[in-house]
């Protein structure tokens, strides 16, 4: 999956989506593609980011001051004081809409007799409208994240049935207000109808590869916040490192992580992201790949397979031993700590980049497979070994996602899998599979953003179209992309659409 990932995006669809989003011809990544885009909106202070669905600016401004703005729970909303999410969202906001400004402002000019002051707005009274505004709760794949903003003064409204829609919503309000010459904050009046168009969207950081302090996270969840993602993929352990200190098997950490003490996650580390991340209405998915990729997983005894030069042990190490009742035992115990640490439904398996030789050197394993039945096919041995993964996993209560190797491999997969494409190589012809098999599917593919280029290379990572591919069609009315978890990137932020 990974050529020396740093960071990802990721875009993911859930959503059912009526006839129309499928074309007979089409690629994903096409230079000449220009995607249809609303009329320009020209404005003298900036643009709102992303767009949202609907957006009516007038000429009219009003005066926004420190002194007397406020944001506060509207009479009418099913929230209010106490609601800590959007308590603390609300201080956060003011402070992104003014700053420090507040000695500035007290050091604007007098307004002289050919200059009309504006109106000032007073408020933004923020209404949710849900019997269960989920002040309490994490953010989950069907939170219903749309709001309605209109600004008008004395009072402006922002409207929306959970909190995370307010979420959201205050981040437009915070990109409407900007500064004019005197250092006055100002909005023009505005109607603003938005809804994400994919339901997840998120960033992938791998940080066994790159250890990154606990605030270069916290400053990636801040940053995915002011693009409205809501999902970090959390790339925690991998064959360099093995960062995460596990509860239950600290050894892991204690023999795995590039430094024991400096280079590892406690436990209060990630209640800490997960914390900071629900926040700002934003889930945690964690990934603990295998049986590939564990290479750190060292300090689990008996754990991963002996490599043999013939009869010989060679002494280096290959995947996880799928033949050895004390491996399921292991990973039993491990994943009922991550499920309880980890509050998504959602856990990430991997499962891809499996080398079969170190399993096809191993005359236990060998035995194995001669018991079994497998013959000299390994993808059986890796499908045996997913399914009992899957099998534990699902018994705690969790969904899971795996790299698409899985699938490719014939992996006997259940039909709430979720299957994630990252080849760049015929994905056109991997999503049409994946989808017709009727699998909810991530596109990963396009938005590595690790590998260099030079000039503005970013633009080809607007120029993915998603759903521009040829599905298969469940019924005349429904198109496979209702099964399409789409994107992900590599090295820096960009969007994961779900």
């Not at 249809?36 to 909106?41: C, D, G, I, K, T």
């Not at 007038?58 to 009418?76: A, C, G, K």
């Not at 990934?287 to 002996?306: I, R």
């Amino acid at each position: 999956m990974e050529p020396a990932a740093s960071v990802w995006a990721a875009v993911a669809l859930l959503a059912s989506l009526s006839g129309g989003c499928c074309t007979d011809d089409w690629e994903l990544y096409d230079p000449n593609y220009q995607p249809e885009l609303p009329p320009v909106l020209h404005s003298s202070h900036g643009s709102l980011w992303p767009l949202p669905k609907s957006v009516v600016s007038f000429p009219e401004f009003y005066r926004l001051s420190r002194i007397t703005f406020q944001i506060v729970h509207s009479p009418e909303s099913t929230a209010s004081t106490g609601c800590s999410i959007l308590d603390d969202a609300f201080r956060r906001y003011f402070y992104y809409i003014f700053g420090r400004s507040a000695a500035e402002e007290s050091k604007r000019p007098s307004v002289d007799g050919d200059h009309t002051e504006p109106h000032e707005l007073r408020q933004l009274q923020v209404t949710i409208t849900a019997s269960d505004p989920e002040c309490k709760q994490h953010p989950h794949v069907t939170s219903n994240e749309a709001y309605e903003i209109t600004v008008v003064q004395p009072v402006a409204t922002l409207k929306s049935e959970t909190v995370w829609g307010a979420l959201r919503g205050l981040e437009t309000f915070s990109q409407l207000v900007y500064e004019d010459q005197y250092v006055t904050h100002l909005i023009n009046k505005t109607n603003i109808i938005d809804a994400p168009r994919f339901a997840h969207r998120g960033v992938l950081l791998d940080t066994s590869r790159h250890y990154l302090p606990l605030q270069v996270i916290l400053d990636t969840l801040d940053a995915m916040s002011f693009n409205k993602f809501n999902v970090f993929h959390w790339h925690i352990v991998d064959d360099p490192s093995f960062p995460y200190q596990s509860i239950t098997f600290p050894n892991l950490s204690a023999q795995g992580a590039y430094h024991p003490v400096t280079h590892i996650y406690t436990l209060k580390d990630v209640l800490t992201v997960i914390e900071y991340a629900r926040q700002r209405g934003i889930r945690v998915i964690p990934e603990f790949d295998t049986p590939g990729h564990t290479q750190s997983w060292k300090g689990q005894p008996n754990l991963l397979t002996p490599c043999y030069n013939g009869e010989i042990p060679s002494g280096t190490f290959g995947p996880i031993n799928p033949a050895l009742n004390s491996t399921y035992d292991f990973m039993n115990r491990l994943f009922k700590e991550i499920s309880w640490v980890f509050p998504d439904n959602f856990i990430h398996l991997g499962g891809d980049e499996v080398n079969f030789a170190c399993w096809k050197s191993n005359p236990l394993i060998t035995e194995f497979m001669r018991k079994q039945g497998f013959g000299n096919d390994y993808r059986k041995l890796e499908s045996f070994y997913i399914q009992n993964v899957v099998d534990i996993v699902a018994a705690n209560l969790k969904g899971y996602i795996v790299w698409q190797e899985v699938f490719d491999n014939g992996v006997k997969i259940k039909s709430n899998t979720v299957v994630e494409v990252w080849m760049a190589r015929n994905m056109k012809a991997e999503l049409y599979k994946v989808t017709k098999a009727g699998f909810t599917t991530i596109l990963a593919a396009p938005w590595y953003l690790d590998y260099i280029g030079y000039g503005q290379d970013w633009q080809q990572y607007y120029q993915v179209e998603p759903l521009h591919f040829n599905g298969w069609y469940f019924d005349e009315n429904v198109c496979p992309s209702s099964n399409l978890l789409i994107n992900y990137a590599n090295s820096s932020y960009r969007k994961q659409l779900l």
